[in-house]
Nanobody, 115 residues
């Protein structure tokens, strides 16, 4: 059974930084893509960032480009989202996903940015 374990959410002040991690386990992945979406209260779930495992190509939403960085973690099938210059509008539940032949989602981790 595939599991995605997220960590690193929390409360930070406007302009602060947080680091999210996500580890995928439970099977051998091929052509893996991993990334993050987020969902603010009353809004749809929106794309944040993505990394393609083979080759390391990264993609970002316009709203986070230049402030967030997605990268591979030190452990297998782990990604890190470094979030700098956080704004109150970044407040949301952040969901990790992994996709190859199927799509898997984590439970979500709360990020709150106070003004």
């Amino acid at each position: 059974q595939v599991q995605l374990e997220e960590s690193g959410g929390g409360l930070v002040q406007d302009g602060g930084s947080l680091r999210l991690s996500c580890a995928a386990s439970g099977r051998t992945f091929s052509n893996l893509v991993m990334g993050w979406f987020r969902q603010a209260p009353g809004k749809e779930r929106d794309f944040v960032a993505q990394i393609v495992w083979s080759g390391g190509m990264t993609y970002y939403a316009a709203s986070v480009k230049g402030r967030f960085t997605i990268s591979k973690g030190n452990e297998e099938n782990t990604i890190v989202l470094q979030m700098n210059s956080l704004k109150p509008e970044d407040t949301a539940v952040y969901y990790c996903y992994a996709r190859d032949t199927a799509e898997y989602w984590g439970q979500g981790t709360q990020v709150t940015v106070s003004s």
